[in-house]
């Protein structure tokens, strides 16, 4: 399939220069500024030959933008997902129990987490009665996604649209991706547990805080608005401009990536680019 060099943004962008940097991605200055309040990582750039995407990465980083630099190779070989069904922590480090198998790394090594909590909206929460939450639908105003399924590599799917932990775990010479998903996994590793699955997800998440080093949790999917993705724009819609999700252009070099990954889900596609631009950020 094709082979690009992709330029991806690593918020938090704080001092960019929106008069320099936007003209590079074809923006406006108004563009550009609306852009970057963006917190989630997403390609800004791709290019097959590296020596332009490189030279767009530079004049990006020389107007203050904060962006990685990497292959298309590693977005499409980010390992699949296993699921977690129970974990603990030790004195050493943290032991994932997935099926059929049992995981431990010590709590020196260069873990790389990934907390995804999709935001809420009015019509997830109940409205009075009988009504219940439900993450399963969002408001039409926002044109949000209904529930969204990524593979797991031991069978069955994982519902993206509920909270998730990506753990990138280095392990015998290489790495693997855990999963920890909100409504499918014991906590009883916690050792106190809440009586909400919400409480005791974000207990976790602060566990490997502290143990692995807030540096390596990272947090910038928490709140994203999640949208559909559609075949056809819809009368008076915005048009999506560049690589942002659920663009004709993120759809075009997706597929042209690799056959089939242009069905990613949003969150699936965020949390690897979320990995990728913490290990290759400048």
């Known amino acids: ?10 918020p938090p962008q704080h001092d960019a220069n929106a008069e320099q940097a936007a003209p590079l991605l074809g923006l406006t200055p108004e563009q550009f500024t609306a852009k970057i309040r963006y917190t989630v990582p997403e390609i800004w750039f791709a290019h097959p030959d ?10 990006l980083r020389a107007a203050a933008c904060r962006v990685a630099v990497f292959d298309s190779g590693e977005l499409v ?4 997902r296993g699921r977690v069904r129970s974990f603990s922590f030790t004195e050493r480090g943290l032991v994932a129990h997935v099926e059929g198998e049992e995981a431990e790394v010590d709590y020196g090594q260069p873990v790389h987490a990934v907390f995804c909590k999709p935001r809420e909206t009015v019509s997830d929460r109940p409205s009075g009665g009988s009504a219940r939450r439900s993450s399963s639908f969002f408001s039409l105003k926002d044109r949000l996604v209904e529930p969204t399924t990524t593979h797991l ?26 999963t920890v998903q909100q409504n499918s996994v014991s906590f009883a590793g916690l050792g106190r547990v809440q009586p909400r699955a919400a409480a005791n ?3 976790l998440v602060g566990s490997c805080e502290d143990r692995f080093g807030a540096e390596h949790v ?4 928490v709140g994203m608005r999640l949208r559909t993705r559609v075949s056809r724009r819809a009368p008076g819609a915005e048009h999506r401009r560049g690589f942002s999700y659920a663009s004709p252009g993120l759809l075009a070099l997706l ?8 069905h990613v ?17 400048a």
């Open 77 to 80: 070989a980010v390992p699949p």
């Open 1 to 10: 399939m094709g082979h690009y060099t992709l330029v991806v943004s690593n």
């Open 265 to 281: 889900s949003q969150p699936e596609l965020s949390t690897r680019l979320a990995y990728l631009s913490h290990r290759h950020a």
């Open 201 to 203: 997800m974000e207990a």
């Open 153 to 178: 590599d031991e069978g069955g799917d994982v519902d993206d649209t509920i909270p998730f932990l990506d753990l990138y775990l280095p392990l015998n010479g290489t790495v693997r991706r855990f």
């Open 255 to 262: 597929s042209a990536l690799e056959r089939g990954l242009e």
């Open 50 to 59: 590296r020596a332009r995407a490189t030279e767009v990465a530079e004049a």
């Open 218 to 221: 990272d947090r910038r999917l």
